[in-house]
């Protein structure tokens, strides 16, 4: 069914996004499930990866992506001793960091920045290339915003 409208909607108009499961919040299983319901919806990428809830379950098989969860005396999934912050750290080895209106639309006075100025007057570049060349270097994709039709380039 998910796949029947997946294939219907036209391919600018998907986003896709899925959730780490349950049953998969071991820091061997996260990147291995994401890559697994990739391959299975036949997406070949992410724009969103969700953790369902932020508990997780003992899985039956620990090695592998499965929904088969280990259950106690009365019917219910066991909890798994796993930190919501072990889950994360893999899900964040997925994402490509971005800084999302870097130049905090002027809110900040980054411009009047003493340090910053200097860097900029040395290297005969603006503040705000100095701010791009820095998030640059670490990995971190910059997303200006600018409601001024003039500021955008």
């Keep these: 069914m998910i796949l029947k409208f997946l294939k219907s909607v036209k391919l600018k108009e ?8 349950n049953s998969c919040h071991n820091s061997n299983l996260v990147i291995k499930h994401c890559e697994k319901t990739i391959e ?19 899985n039956a098989n620990p090695s ?5 969860w280990i259950k106690d ?5 066991k909890i798994a001793p796993i930190s919501i ?11 490509e960091l ?13 411009f009047n920045n003493e340090i910053l100025k200097s860097i900029a007057d040395k290297y005969k570049k603006s503040v705000a290339n100095v701010i791009f060349k820095w998030l640059n270097q670490r990995g971190i994709a910059a997303i200006p915003k600018s409601a001024n039709h003039s500021h955008i380039i």
């Design 40 to 58: 299975d919806l036949g997406i070949g990428y992410l724009d969103l990866y969700l953790i369902h809830w932020p508990i997780a379950f003992k």
């Design 85 to 95: 912050r072990e889950t994360w750290q893999e899900m964040e080895k997925l994402v």
């Design 64 to 68: 592998d992506v499965t929904i088969d």
């Design 14 to 21: 998907k986003i896709y996004f899925i959730q780490v499961w």
């Design 98 to 110: 971005a800084a999302y209106s870097p130049l905090s639309r002027g809110k900040c006075d980054f």
């Design 73 to 77: 005396e009365n019917g219910y999934q």
